[in-house]
């Protein structure tokens, strides 16, 4: 049985999709680029900033899914420039401490010029 995971503290689906779903025990959430849920619009800033605001937003469909950064299992991290890898990682390290597995690579564009996106893959406990 599928669950749809859906907070008002995260950016709604901009698009034909849940912000996450759980499957059993596990929640696959949706990518999430780095809008901020009050306005709606891109965060301002860098990629440290934009990263932030991205991970946060992870944050929050976790949270609504009841579970946090310590359930993560795997993550898909996506730049716009591959530049910005050390930077995104400073600030991807101090969330995902339990290092969980990860992709990251560089697209040649993200939604609403993003200049990243998370991905996160959870089990429940």
Do not use: H, W
């Not at 009050?38 to 900033?49: H, Q």
């Not at 469909?61 to 995104?88: H, Q, S």
């Not at 101090?94 to 609403?112: D, E, N, W």
């Amino acid at each position: 049985m599928l669950k749809t995971v859906s907070t008002k503290s995260a950016p709604a689906a901009i698009g034909p999709y849940s912000q996450a779903l759980v499957a059993g025990n596990t929640v696959f959430a949706s990518g999430q680029i780095p809008i901020v849920p009050a306005t709606g619009e891109l965060a301002r800033g860098d990629i440290s900033a934009q990263a932030e605001q991205a991970i946060r937003n992870v944050g929050e469909i976790l949270k609504a899914a009841g579970a946090g950064y310590a359930d993560v299992v795997k993550t898909t991290c996506f730049l716009a420039d591959m530049n910005d890898f050390a930077a995104f990682n400073a600030v991807y390290a101090k969330y995902f401490t339990g290092k969980p597995a990860r992709s990251c690579v560089a697209v040649k564009a993200l939604p609403k010029g993003a200049l990243c996106e998370v991905e996160v893959t959870a089990v429940l406990k």
